[in-house]
C-alpha cells in the first residue's frame, strides 16, 4: 500500500495522490485545520493545491476543514480511536513504513495533571522515515577501535539526520562489516522512528542481529534491556533528561557498548548541558560525531575532546 492510502482517505486521494511521487525526497507534511497543507522537499517549504499540485503559492493551497481533519485521523486509527487511546495520549502514531504521525489538538488531563488523551486534533505533523543505507559507512572507522565499538554520541541540530546516520551506523554493526563480526544490539526506540516499528516489528531495516524495545521511555528501557536481552551494543536516540544520563551512565558500566544522538551544533554545546557534565568528566564517551549540515558534513571528536 502506498503512504497516501495509508494516511488519507479515499475523499483526499485526488488532493494527496500527489504526494506518492514525492515521497524519496520528502521530509514531513504538515496539516491544520483552515490553514494551507504544506510539505517539506529537500528541506524547501511548498504547498498542495486544491487541484491536487504541488506548488509555491499559498493563495492556491488546499486548506482542510474540520471534517476533513476528523476523516484523516479516523483513517489513520482505522476508525477505531479507542484502539490508538496510548498513542495518542503520546501524540504520535506511528504508521505502516516507520512514518511518524505527530498529533496536536485540546489536551484532556487527569486530577493528578498528567494527559489522558488529546481531543479537537487540529494539527498533524507526518514525519517521513527514510532509510539511507550506506550513509553510516564513512564514519565506522570512528566507531570502531581495535575491533570494539566505541561508545559514541552523535550531535547535530534537528532535521540534520542524526537518526537517519545512527539507523545506518547500527545496522552495519549488527550486520557485520570489515572491521569487526556483527554483534547483538539492541535499540531503545521511544519515539518508533530509529527502527519505525508497527505493531511491535520494525519497518526499517536495522540488521539481522538487532532487538528493538519501542514506545518504551529510554530511561527505562535501557536498564530493562540490560537485564533481559544482554545486547552488546545498545543505540539510543535523543537523549533529553538526566534520568537518561544516568540509565546510560549504568549501560556502559555494565560493558554494553552506547550509541546515541542529541540536540546541539557544536562541541561547545555540550558543556551547556549540566546533565551532561559528568558524561564528559568521565569520559564516558569515547568519540563525537557533530554534523554541521544536512549533506552530512561532520567533525569528530574523541572523548577528551580534542578533534580527531
Not at 263 to 277: A, F, T, V
Request: charged letters at 25%; glycine letters at 8%; one cysteine or more.
Amino acid at each position: 500500500m502506498s503512504l497516501v492510502y495509508e494516511l488519507f482517505p479515499g475523499k483526499l486521494i485526488d488532493v494527496f495522490g500527489c504526494l506518492d511521487k514525492h515521497i524519496d525526497e520528502m521530509q514531513e507534511i504538515r496539516i491544520r485545520v483552515n490553514r494551507p497543507v504544506t510539505i517539506r522537499i529537500n528541506g524547501c517549504e511548498k504547498i498542495i493545491s486544491k487541484e491536487g499540485q504541488v506548488g509555491r503559492n499559498l493563495q492556491e493551497a488546499f486548506c482542510p476543514n474540520e471534517k476533513d481533519m476528523e476523516n484523516i485521523v479516523n483513517h489513520i486509527c482505522h476508525s477505531s480511536l479507542y484502539a490508538y487511546e496510548e498513542e495518542i495520549k503520546r501524540g504520535y502514531i506511528t504508521v505502516r513504513g516507520g512514518h511518524r504521525v505527530g498529533l496536536s489538538g485540546q489536551a484532556v488531563l487527569t486530577a493528578d495533571n498528567e494527559i489522558k488523551t488529546v481531543k479537537n486534533i487540529s494539527f498533524i505533523n507526518i514525519r517521513i522515515a527514510h532509510e539511507i543505507k550506506g550513509a553510516g559507512e564513512r564514519f565506522l572507522h570512528a566507531v570502531y577501535e581495535q575491533g570494539q565499538v566505541c561508545n559514541t554520541l552523535i550531535i547535530s541540530p534537528p532535521g540534520y539526520g542524526k537518526t537517519t546516520l545512527l539507523r545506518d551506523i547500527i545496522r552495519n554493526i549488527s550486520d557485520g562489516n570489515t572491521y569487526a563480526k556483527g554483534k547483538n544490539c539492541i535499540i531503545i526506540d521511544e519515539r518508533c522512528e530509529l527502527a519505525g516499528s508497527y505493531n511491535g516489528i520494525p519497518q526499517l531495516d536495522v540488521g539481522a542481529r538487532t532487538d528493538v524495545m519501542d514506545s518504551c521511555p529510554k530511561s527505562i528501557g535501557m536498564m530493562m534491556a540490560i537485564r533481559s536481552m544482554a545486547p552488546q551494543v545498545m543505540a539510543v536516540d535523543e537523549l533529553g533528561t538526566e534520568e537518561d544520563i544516568k540509565a546510560l551512565i549504568s549501560v556502559v558500566r555494565s560493558g554494553c557498548s552506547i550509541l546515541a544522538t542529541m540536540h546541539g551544533d557544536s562541541i561547545k554545546s555540550l558543556g551547556e548541558k549540566s546533565y551532561l557534565r559528568k558524561v564528559i568528566n568521565e569520559k564516558v564517551f569515547s568519540r563525537y560525531i557533530i554534523i554541521k549540515n544536512r549533506q552530512h558534513d561532520v567533525e569528530i571528536w574523541d572523548g577528551n575532546l580534542d578533534r580527531c
